[in-house]
């Protein structure tokens, strides 16, 4: 690919938005355009992220022999769809997480994937950001020795309005940990060692007020190296500060304490302890996820969060929901 990418938001939501500003980051290596079904609402899209172009419905954004790439960034249920259309177009796709709601839509979309040799990127910004990168840094060093055990709590009271599309489990997917929980899952996973096996844990859910979605989910989860870990997931309980929470890495040679949304990183292992900042200028990871995007698009390689990636995820998210479904044993 020569020049620019040229590119294409599907949907001019709250997301677009934060794509668009860290887009900034990359300069004249990314050209950006704009579709909505509401026409002025692409049109003020386009105007106040200095977009080329904008579109009244999304048919018209892939069609465009002009636009070499595609971002989806609309309600979960309409990414199958879409995909299919821009990959059947010959564009390059980068879908937002959750990128498909099953196993069966993550193969169809990879088989148009190899059928129009184009580059298909989850959107799990949370890969790329400076605190996973620092964490898979520490783990590979052996800061800690051999991990043991593993907790991460993301806890938060934010609740959603009753007009919210992620009310619409038809819109949204599934439950509040499925359309969010799922970037926590990922980051557990993604530090080393694998996740091999994952069981979910529901208190009982709250049906007073607009947000009437399951929206707390305990984890229990075994990586590839025998060690456990625990993942605290909640969109209800209300947590330090309006927003810090902590999380720990234990292993056989110390312990490595860290802010869950990546503020800093304690690591107590051989030798003096030592705090980390791992960055705020893409403390959220997606500047370096488009640089990934775009580099495996000029290179014809696999982007680091492929659907294969994702596909890992989405079969783990099936053990926790396979697991609550389970009948309990009597005692």
Known sequence: MAGPLRLAFIGCGFITGVHSRNLSALGADVVTAYASRDRAKADRYCRRFGGTRSYGDYASAIADPDIDAIVIAVPPRFHLDLALQALAAGKHVLVEKPALLCMDDYEAVRDARTAAGRVVLVGENDHYKPLAVTLRRLLADGVIGEMVF???????????????????????????????GIHWLHLAGSLGPSIVTAHGYR??????????????????????????????????????????????????????????????????????????????????GYQAMYRDWLAAIRDGRAPEMSLERAMEDQRLMNQIYASLDRPKVPA
């Not at 489990?169 to 439950?175: F, K, Q, T, V």
């Not at 304490?257 to 705020?280: C, D, H, M, Q």
């Open 150 to 180: 593993a907790h991460f709590t993301t806890l938060a009271h934010r609740l959603k309005t009753a007009e919210d599309w992620r009310n619409d489990e038809s819109m949204a997917g599934g439950d509040a940990f499925f359309e969010e």
């Open 203 to 284: 208190p009982p859910i709250s049906r007073t007020g607009p947000d009437r979605r399951a929206k707390s989910l305990m984890v229990a989860f075994q990586y590839d190296n025998q060690a456990v870990g625990s993942l605290y997931y909640s969109r209800e309980v209300p947590s330090l500060l309006r927003g810090l929470r902590l999380s720990k890495l234990f292993g056989r040679d110390g312990i490595i304490t860290f802010e869950s949304n990546g503020a800093f990183v304690l690591a107590r292992g051989k030798g003096w302890p030592r705090v980390i900042l791992p960055g705020v200028r893409d403390i959220r």
